[in-house]
T-cell receptor, first 116, second 115 residues
Framework: NAGVMQNPRHLVRRRGQEARLRCSPM?????VYWYRQLPEEGLKFMVYLQKENIIDESGMPKERFSAEFPKEGPSILRIQQVVRGDSAAYFC??????????????FGPGTRLTVT | AQKVTQAQTEISVVEKEDVTLDCVYETRDTTYYLFWYKQPPSGELVFLIR??????QNEISGRYSWNFQKSTSSFNFTITASQVVDSAVYFC????????????FGGGTRLMVKP
């Protein structure tokens, strides 16, 4: 039973480059969530997606950040023109159902982005 | 708006001591879900427990126990006879049916268990 997969685990980018973070949810899960953890802080919600739909992007910065979850393939979090303040751990989670008693989010190992 | 407060930023204990991690939450929703996650030094997030607001029964799992008190909006986590492997950052989190599936995390408590 493979868990939530994220790659790469570590990503180094220079200022101005693009970062692409990938997340494959657990088998059978169709709900994906992205969270960001800044150094020494808790996790902050960024976006919630279902297949081909963005359901809630209230936590996403208005510029440079985008997310998708296509019909086939992993979910992608894309950060354009990265800045040093984007350095953080980015966690993806997935759930089987969206809400209710069976709702649990399982997290991937995270991608640690370092912007130099 | 929902909020989770973990007032203890860091706790240090000696092995075999019992330790309680506090979690206080705020929500206007009547149906909500509380979680605890563990983040060991390796960095991944490990799910520990989910508690539904309509189920106030406390839970014990081995050395771990959780005390859910709706009257004080608290969901505290106790580790009995702590071990060095318990050293980690522990996060309490909250969501509800009206929260758009967004988990709201507390700031975390770093637990250090010394041999």
């Amino acid at each position: 039973n493979a868990g939530v997969m994220q790659n790469p685990r570590h990503l180094v980018r220079r200022r101005g480059q693009e970062a692409r973070l990938r997340c494959s949810p657990m088998k059978g899960h169709s709900h994906v969530y992205w969270y960001r953890q800044l150094p020494e802080e808790g996790l902050k919600f960024m976006v919630y997606l279902q297949k081909e739909n963005i359901i809630d992007e209230s936590g996403m910065p208005k510029e440079r950040f985008s997310a998708e979850f296509p019909k086939e393939g992993p979910s992608i979090l894309r950060i354009q023109q990265v800045v040093r303040g984007d350095s953080a751990a980015y966690f993806c989670a997935s759930s089987l159902l969206g809400q209710g008693p069976s709702y649990e989010q399982y997290f991937g190992p995270g991608t640690r982005l370092t912007v130099t | 708006a929902q909020k989770v407060t973990q007032a203890q930023t860091e706790i240090s204990v000696v092995e075999k001591e019992d330790v309680t991690l506090d979690c206080v939450y705020e929500t206007r929703d009547t149906t909500y879900y509380l979680f605890w996650y563990k983040q060991p030094p390796s960095g991944e997030l490990v799910f520990l427990i989910r508690r539904n607001s309509f189920d106030e029964q406390n839970e014990i799992s081995g050395r771990y126990s959780w005390n859910f008190q709706k009257s004080t909006s608290s969901f505290n986590f106790t580790i009995t006879a702590s071990q060095v492997v318990d050293s980690a950052v522990y996060f309490c989190a909250l969501t509800s049916d009206n929260a758009g599936n967004m988990l709201t995390f507390g700031g975390g408590t770093r637990l250090m268990v010394k041999p």
